[in-house]
T-cell receptor, first 110, second 118 residues
Framework: QKEVEQDPGPLSVPEGAIVSLNCTYSNSAFQYFMWYRQYSRKGPELLMYTYSSGNKEDGRFTAQVDKSSKYISLFIRDSQPSDSATYLCAMKTSYDKVIFGPGTSLSVIP | NAGVMQNPRHLVRRRGQEARLRCSPVKGHSHVYWYRQLPEEGLKFMVYLQKENIIDESGMPKERFSAEFPKEGPSILRIQQVVRGDSAAYFC????????????????FGNGTRLTVT
């Protein structure tokens, strides 16, 4: 079993749709959870960060963590064509390096 | 402020040649990480370095791969005797602290070096 699993997609939605991106993990020691966005031919950039179970909102983005189920989600409201990218979940323990999921490719169609 | 600079952006090598990938971290960052990205496999950790020290190389292949981060100059990822399986995008990231996970010190990534082995 991989340490972090993520549906690779591709996911295609119409502009304005709500997008749900998900990751599951196996290591219960993970404490810090992140979402990175990666545009084509670019490096990943940090989008959201959280360290506790529950929801965290930032504009159109909401990150959700359920440690009991080892499940994290990223919701994008009112999706825009500029949101088209690959979304990588990432997580780490308090003492180890950041581990990334394989990424989900998202296309928002105008 | 310059971000993480990686060069070259694209590198083509024949089998058996050496590849040298360079990474200049964000100014003031003393923690450098190298990741390799293959299609549909995400970013795989390779090595974590501080100035003049390798802290964690658990993701580095045991042979042909080496990394350094000298006191002066960029971090270098060196691949000797490249094979076709080394073809990938190699990303460098830097952080001001060892944590690399918070908003105060997230990983700052470069735009990668795409290595093609022919």
């Amino acid at each position: 079993q991989k340490e972090v699993e993520q549906d690779p997609g591709p996911l295609s939605v119409p502009e304005g749709a709500i997008v749900s991106l998900n990751c599951t993990y196996s290591n219960s020691a993970f404490q810090y959870f992140m979402w990175y966005r990666q545009y084509s031919r670019k490096g990943p950039e940090l989008l959201m960060y959280t360290y506790s179970s529950g929801n965290k909102e930032d504009g159109r983005f909401t990150a959700q963590v359920d440690k009991s189920s080892k499940y994290i989600s990223l919701f994008i409201r009112d999706s825009q064509p500029s949101d088209s990218a690959t979304y990588l979940c990432a997580m780490k323990t308090s003492y180890d390096k950041v581990i990334f999921g394989p990424g989900t490719s998202l296309s928002v169609i105008p | 402020n310059a971000g993480v600079m990686q060069n070259p952006r694209h590198l083509v090598r024949r089998r058996g040649q050496e590849a040298r990938l360079r990474c200049s971290p964000v100014k003031g960052h003393s923690h450098v990480y190298w990741y390799r990205q293959l299609p549909e496999e995400g970013l795989k950790f390779m090595v974590y370095l501080q100035k003049e020290n390798i802290i964690d190389e658990s993701g580095m292949p045991k042979e042909r791969f080496s990394a350094e981060f000298p006191k002066e100059g960029p971090s270098i990822l060196r691949i000797q005797q490249v094979v076709r399986g080394d073809s990938a995008a190699y990303f460098c990231a830097s952080s001001p602290t060892p944590d690399g996970s918070s908003y105060n010190s997230p990983l700052h990534f470069g735009n990668g070096t795409r290595l093609t082995v022919t």
